[in-house]
Every structure is written in C-alpha cells, then in structure tokens.
C-alpha cells in the first residue's frame, strides 16, 4: 500500500513539473497579456466612464463660451473628432487579441470595422448632437484606413452620430499625421474643438516624443487642454508607445514587456 501511495505521489509531482513549463511558455507566448489591466479598467471602471462625461462637458462649455465670443472669421463652425476611442468604443477587438494571444494585424482589424459594431463612447454622442443643434457641423478625422469608410459611416449612422458622410469622415490615404486633413477642414470652416484619444489628434507639433516623451511639448501648450484640446482616456494603445518601446516592432511580446518594464519609474530612481 505504501508503495502504491509513493507512486501516485511521484507520478502527480512528475505531472506538476511537466505543466509548469508549457502553461509558462504560453503566458509568455501571449503578446497581449499587458493589455488585460487596461482593458479591464476601460470596460469596468466607472472612473473611466467619468473621465468621458468630464471631458465632453468641458467640450460643451468650451463650445458655448467660443460662440458667444465675436471674431472676424465668418466660416462656418465645426468640431473635429478622432473616431476610435473618442466617438467609438472599439474595446472588444482588444478582448478578443487578449484572448487569442496574437499580434495586431490589418486583417484582424478589418473583420472588426467591417462588423461595424462598436458603440457610442460616454458623452459623445450626446455632445456632437448639441453642437449640431448650435449650427455646428462634425467632421471625423480617423486613421482608420479608406477601405473602412462605408463601414465607419454605417457604424457611426446606426448610433445616430450627426454628419456622418464621406464629406465628413476623412480617413488616412498616405499618412497618420492628420495636419493635412485638419488643413483641408480649415479651407472651409473655423475649427472650435478638437477632441481625440491621442496627441496627434490635435497638432504635429506633439507628434514627437523623441525628446522627454513629449512632456515639454505639452507643458508648451497646456493652456489649450480643456479648452480647444479635448483628450479622451485611452490606457489600451497609442503613439506614446512607440517611444517606450523605441520603435523595436520585430521584439516578442516577452521582450516587449520587458522594455515596459524598464521604463517604470520606482521610488530608487526618484
């Protein structure tokens, strides 16, 4: 009997080493395990939530108090939004990367906007609708690519977002920086507010991070947040990324967590 016990005993740790090293390797396999906690917050943190109402009731007031102040410029008015993550929620194409473990790719976004299924980020809705009952139009400056223009305009009807049409949905051609397209909404129209999830959605010059991540950059122009700048939160992805990760796009998802990791500031470099 004893014998037997000692077996079974032997045999169940030998089947606990041998899982071990497998489960590891698959962990380390997931290249987006780091999107979990962010995910998570965007889709169950109530702050998050708030941050959205905060930052669209900014929006409104802003609007408010621009057209009760007289200028030169007869134009016509108009807010300019970034679509993902400022107007559509797209949380649910991350779940599902977190699920299957696998890189980003163009394909796997595709089938996403191509199901035009993303909802209504908190307060949006609600905002441009406001806007649009002031006389002020919408224009959705995305870099989502051309290809998912009848997609994005079918998505952004069905939750009743104002002008959403080819006029005024421009997506990239040739590149993410979006100075052009924002020039070609100025030829027509005064822009009051901007608002997006991203620092390019704003202005080029805080597109680069390269010196102080862009800090200084944004330090330059904090007058203008809150004010003409509306920024959504967005924990899930972003250009500041690029240089946490100094444009290393050919490392693993272990070798990436490790360069986050790296840039972590704890209190023995403060």
Not at 51 to 80: C, E, G, I, R
Request: glycine content about 4%; hydrophobic content about 35%.
């Amino acid at each position: 009997m004893r014998k037997l016990f000692f077996a079974l005993a032997a045999f169940s740790i030998l089947i606990s080493s041998c899982s071990k090293p497998q489960d590891s390797k698959k962990q380390e396999n997931n290249q987006n395990e780091h999107l979990v906690m962010a995910t998570l917050w965007f889709q169950r943190a109530s702050e998050c939530r708030a941050l959205y109402y905060q930052a669209f009731n900014m929006a409104k007031l802003s609007l408010d108090n621009q057209l009760l102040t007289k200028n030169d410029n007869t134009k016509p008015k108009a807010v300019v939004v970034d679509i993902d993550e400022t107007v559509l929620d797209n949380s649910p194409f991350e779940t599902n990367s977190i699920r299957s473990g696998k890189a980003f790719t163009r394909a796997a976004w595709k089938e996403w906007t191509d199901m035009a299924k993303a909802s209504a980020t908190p307060g949006s809705l609600e905002f441009l609708k406001y806007a649009e009952s002031k006389g002020v139009e919408t224009f959705y400056i995305s870099n989502r690519d051309t290809s998912a223009l009848a997609k994005t305009i079918e998505n952004l009807n069905e939750l009743g977002f104002p002008f959403a049409d080819k006029r005024h949905v421009l997506l990239k051609t040739k590149t993410s920086i979006k100075t052009e397209r924002r020039n070609k909404v100025l030829e027509t129209h005064e822009i009051l507010i901007l608002a997006g999830d991203n620092l390019g959605d704003f202005d080029e010059f805080l597109e680069d991070r390269s010196t102080d991540f862009g800090f200084s950059k944004v330090d330059e122009r904090q007058a203008e947040f809150g004010q003409r700048f509306i920024v959504l939160p967005n924990p899930m992805y972003g250009s500041w990324e690029k240089e946490v990760l100094k444009s290393e796009r050919k490392l693993d998802g272990f070798e990436k967590e490790n360069l986050r990791k790296k840039q972590l500031i704890g209190y023995e470099e403060l």
